[in-house]
T-cell receptor, first 114, second 109 residues
Framework: DAGVIQSPRHEVTEMGQEVTLRCKPI?????LFWYRQTMMRGLELLIY????????DSGMPEDRFSAKMPNASFSTLKIQPSEPRDSAVYFC????????????FGSGTRLTVV | GIQVEQSPPDLILQEGANSTLRCNFS?????LQWFHQNPWGQLINLFY???GTKQNGRLSATTVATERYSLLYISSSQTTDSGVYFC???????????FGAGTRLTVKP
């Protein structure tokens, strides 16, 4: 398996623009997670899905953030409108039902909002 | 929610030295993992260890669940061990993992 695949690797956008981050989890994994990493707040869990259903979105910072998982092989995290304080590295991770069998992170998307 | 505290926040070693990183957590957990974030930002899963002891080469980890802490041991450190080490824990009946602030390790040649 190619692992968890995120795109794009880097994104630079202007304040007010819509940003869409993409993630392809490992095939067969039941869970998908979106994290945000900043110097100030560390690694924060934003939202996670179980079998494509959102389970906990309490970490989503505000209504400008939304996430979807239309099928088992694809998820998006959207920010609309984007703001400079959204600049961070966004990670996607996936895991099987038993997390000890392989909780795997993607390479991340570095987002810069200017 | 569960609080995760890691210590020390920063650690500088000479190549060949040994080190111990600590993770304390505030509640009972079902899952505990250690990750290494390398200087290029990639997060690598090192150990799944909600209890007991595991070893993988120069790295080993021990979790004492009843006392709510875990230790990561690095022996004969190498420059490639540099990066940030994260402890992540998850509650019962749940796969979401909450991360500590990490320990930044720098190994000097």
């Amino acid at each position: 398996d190619a692992g968890v695949i995120q795109s794009p690797r880097h994104e630079v956008t202007e304040m007010g623009q819509e940003v869409t981050l993409r993630c392809k989890p490992i095939s067969g994994h039941d869970y998908l997670f979106w994290y945000r990493q900043t110097m100030m707040r560390g690694l924060e869990l934003l939202i996670y899905f179980n079998n494509n259903v959102p389970i906990d979105d309490s970490g989503m910072p505000e209504d400008r953030f939304s996430a979807k998982m239309p099928n088992a092989s694809f998820s998006t995290l959207k920010i609309q409108p984007s703001e400079p304080r959204d600049s961070a590295v966004y990670f996607c991770a996936s895991s099987p039902l038993f997390v000890g069998d392989g909780y795997t992170f993607g390479s991340g998307t570095r987002l810069t909002v200017v | 929610g569960i609080q995760v505290e890691q210590s020390p926040p920063d650690l500088i070693l000479q190549e060949g030295a040994n080190s111990t990183l600590r993770c304390n957590f505030s509640d009972s957990v079902n899952n505990l993992q250690w990750f290494h974030q390398n200087p290029w930002g990639q997060l690598i899963n090192l150990f799944y260890i909600p209890s007991g002891t595991k070893q993988n080469g120069r790295l080993s980890a021990t979790t004492v669940a009843t006392e709510r802490y875990s230790l990561l041991y690095i022996s004969s450190s190498q420059t490639t061990d540099s990066g940030v080490y994260f402890c992540a824990v998850g509650p019962y009946n749940n796969n979401d993992m909450r991360f500590g602030a990490g320990t930044r390790l720098t190994v000097k040649p």
